[in-house]
């Protein structure tokens, strides 16, 4: 039976596996899945999920309840040797192993990309993962719990300063949903002022969103003013050492929260550590029949798709001819990367991907959303609704649609939660504390030599003592 190895269970990981499963007759391979991550994030939720608005876990998917086909490995790919077809895994636990395959499919997506700048690396954080937005939201919550208790001034404001670092759809939608967060905070904390909240976000181009029209962008930009947001266009961040951020403008802003969104890179671990061609922007060159390689010379048994891949855009948009690294096209390629694997396992032709840009849908807060196809433009509550339609349906599989949906339902009568779990860092700190430890063992105590003559009474203190010893090592 050949042997289908998927590198990675992301959105096109996980959709590859999902289709492999409803195309492949019984028998005729055998898939497996890698990933370090027991599950597929929805990585559009994460600016909600960072706002309160969905809950962590309903926001990811788990291999094992809906690849039931499928073997899923936890553990990660660390090198691809293509010219013998051979993988080597980094299992989550014991020694890296090398697997055999027939067909390998390369969808390790993409990581934050970062660029040197001082304090960066130590003192921001990413959204690229559910962990990041679990952190994003805790922190916030839990810096309004410190803020309260502090006088107003330079240590409040700190704690109330978020900064964004990068004007994409990402830095957008978790900017606008965490001043949307903020601000319902308030109404729990009468201590905090809206004025005490600042929220500033920075980007380097003299623009937001480039997925939107200009009109679209500068429509958000306004809105986010009214909101008390700020956006530094034509800036870039210069420093952020002990959370002080330095900007190009020479303004300094004093932050405990700096969330980094300015771009993505294929994933370095995968693309580096492998033998199959990469092209000048360090993804996996792929063709429009998600085979790698060339358009001339397809690389026999060897896939790519997603984030990770540079698949060719032949519906003409796309940048550098390339299709951009979002869901709507990790979906539709893995989509059909699985019909023309199992196409050419049975001898038959891979078909081309042709994928026109539906267009881009972003929420910004409850009641506020944005929606741009081609000419066509929504603003406010309706391309809200838009939003959530759109990503509360593309959630694969109803099990997980029902818990996000259920969720909004719920939060809709009763509010967002607002409690902060920061504390799940450190779980065990309340057990700790009370634990019963066991108490140093006391040093044996030989007793001064007596006169044995009434032996009976000076044998008595020896036992005494064995019994204490005893009862104190207990
Ligand atoms: C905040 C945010 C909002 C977004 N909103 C939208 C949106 O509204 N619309 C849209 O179209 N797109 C959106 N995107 C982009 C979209 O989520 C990505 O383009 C999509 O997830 C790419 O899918 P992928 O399968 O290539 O990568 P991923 O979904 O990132 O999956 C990669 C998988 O590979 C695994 N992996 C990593 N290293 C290894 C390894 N060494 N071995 C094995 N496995 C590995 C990872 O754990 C992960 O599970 C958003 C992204 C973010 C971050």
């Given at each position: 039976?050949?042997?289908?190895?998927?590198?990675?269970?992301?959105?096109?990981?996980?959709?590859?596996?999902?289709?492999?499963?409803?195309?492949l007759r019984k028998g005729e391979a055998e898939v497996t899945v890698v990933d370090p991550l027991p599950y597929m994030t929805y990585q559009p939720f994460l600016p909600e999920v960072a706002a309160g608005s969905i809950e962590a876990r309903h926001s990811v998917v788990a291999l094992r309840r809906h690849l039931s086909k499928t073997k899923v490995v936890a553990g990660k790919v660390t090198g691809i040797s293509h010219a013998d077809k051979t993988a080597t895994i980094t299992p989550s636990v014991g020694d890296p192993y090398q697997v055999r395959y027939d067909q390998i499919v390369v969808t390790?997506?993409?990581?934050?990309?970062?660029?040197?700048?001082?304090?960066?690396?130590?003192n921001a954080i990413g959204l690229?993962?559910?962990?990041?937005?679990?952190?994003?939201?805790?922190?916030?919550?839990?810096?309004?719990?410190?803020?309260?208790?502090?006088?107003?001034?330079?240590?409040?404001?700190?704690?109330?300063?978020?900064?964004?670092?990068?004007?994409?759809?990402?830095?957008?939608?978790?900017?606008?949903?965490?001043?949307?967060?903020?601000s319902a905070l308030l109404k729990n904390y009468p201590e905090l002022r809206f004025e005490d909240t600042h929220f500033h976000l920075v980007e380097a181009m003299g623009r937001i969103m480039p997925?939107?029209?200009?009109?679209?962008?500068?429509?958000?930009?306004?809105?986010?003013?009214?909101?008390?947001?700020?956006?530094?266009?034509?800036?870039?961040?210069?420093?952020?050492?002990?959370?002080n951020i330095e900007l190009s403008t020479g303004e300094t802003i004093p932050s405990d929260l700096i969330i980094w969104t300015a771009g993505v890179m294929a994933n370095p671990t995968v693309v580096r550590g492998g033998d199959l061609p990469v092209e000048e922007r360090g993804?996996?060159?792929?063709?429009?029949?998600?085979?790698?390689?060339?358009?001339?010379?397809p690389l026999e048994g060897a896939w790519a798709a997603g984030d990770v891949a540079?698949?060719?855009?032949?519906?003409?948009?796309?940048?550098?001819g390339y299709c951009v690294p979002n869901a709507q096209h990790a979906v539709r390629q893995a989509k059909l990367l699985a019909k023309n694997l199992v196409a050419v396992l049975r001898g038959e032709e891979p078909k081309e991907y042709v994928h026109k840009n539906l267009g881009a849908v972003a929420g910004l807060g409850?009641?506020?959303?944005?929606?741009?196809?081609?000419?066509?433009?929504?603003?406010?509550?309706?391309?809200?609704?838009?939003?959530?339609?759109?990503?509360?349906l593309a959630m694969p599989s109803w099990e997980r649609k029902f818990r996000v949906l259920w969720g909004w339902w719920n939060n809709f009568w009763l509010g967002r939660d607002i409690v902060n779990l920061s504390t799940v860092?450190?779980?065990?700190?309340?057990?700790?504390?009370?634990?019963?430890?066991?108490?140093?063992?006391?040093?044996?105590?030989?007793?001064?030599?007596?006169?044995?003559?009434?032996?009976?009474?000076?044998?008595?203190?020896?036992?005494?003592?064995?019994e204490k010893a005893a009862a104190a090592g207990r």
């Amino acid at each position: 039976m050949p042997k289908i190895l998927i590198v990675g269970g992301g959105y096109a990981g996980f959709y590859t596996a999902w289709k492999l499963e409803k195309h492949l007759r019984k028998g005729e391979a055998e898939v497996t899945v890698v990933d370090p991550l027991p599950y597929m994030t929805y990585q559009p939720f994460l600016p909600e999920v960072a706002a309160g608005s969905i809950e962590a876990r309903h926001s990811v998917v788990a291999l094992r309840r809906h690849l039931s086909k499928t073997k899923v490995v936890a553990g990660k790919v660390t090198g691809i040797s293509h010219a013998d077809k051979t993988a080597t895994i980094t299992p989550s636990v014991g020694d890296p192993y090398q697997v055999r395959y027939d067909q390998i499919v390369v969808t390790a997506g993409a990581v934050s990309r970062t660029f040197p700048i001082p304090g960066i690396a130590d003192n921001a954080i990413g959204l690229k993962t559910i962990e990041e937005a679990v952190a994003i939201r805790d922190r916030l919550t839990a810096n309004f719990d410190k803020a309260a208790l502090v006088p107003a001034g330079p240590e409040r404001d700190r704690l109330l300063t978020v900064v964004v670092v990068g004007g994409g759809f990402a830095g957008i939608e978790v900017f606008a949903e965490l001043r949307s967060y903020a601000s319902a905070l308030l109404k729990n904390y009468p201590e905090l002022r809206f004025e005490d909240t600042h929220f500033h976000l920075v980007e380097a181009m003299g623009r937001i969103m480039p997925e939107v029209s200009l009109k679209t962008s500068e429509w958000v930009l306004k809105n986010l003013a009214e909101r008390g947001a700020a956006v530094h266009l034509d800036t870039q961040v210069t420093g952020a050492i002990d959370g002080n951020i330095e900007l190009s403008t020479g303004e300094t802003i004093p932050s405990d929260l700096i969330i980094w969104t300015a771009g993505v890179m294929a994933n370095p671990t995968v693309v580096r550590g492998g033998d199959l061609p990469v092209e000048e922007r360090g993804r996996i060159r792929a063709r429009a029949d998600l085979r790698v390689g060339t358009a001339e010379a397809p690389l026999e048994g060897a896939w790519a798709a997603g984030d990770v891949a540079a698949v060719p855009d032949l519906s003409g948009g796309g940048v550098g001819g390339y299709c951009v690294p979002n869901a709507q096209h990790a979906v539709r390629q893995a989509k059909l990367l699985a019909k023309n694997l199992v196409a050419v396992l049975r001898g038959e032709e891979p078909k081309e991907y042709v994928h026109k840009n539906l267009g881009a849908v972003a929420g910004l807060g409850i009641g506020i959303g944005v929606f741009q196809s081609g000419k066509i433009a929504i603003k406010g509550l309706p391309a809200w609704f838009a939003h959530r339609g759109y990503h509360g349906l593309a959630m694969p599989s109803w099990e997980r649609k029902f818990r996000v949906l259920w969720g909004w339902w719920n939060n809709f009568w009763l509010g967002r939660d607002i409690v902060n779990l920061s504390t799940v860092q450190n779980p065990r700190y309340v057990f700790e504390e009370f634990a019963a430890r066991p108490r140093p063992a006391q040093p044996a105590v030989t007793p001064p030599a007596e006169p044995r003559e009434q032996g009976k009474i000076a044998d008595q203190p020896e036992k005494v003592d064995a019994e204490k010893a005893a009862a104190a090592g207990r």
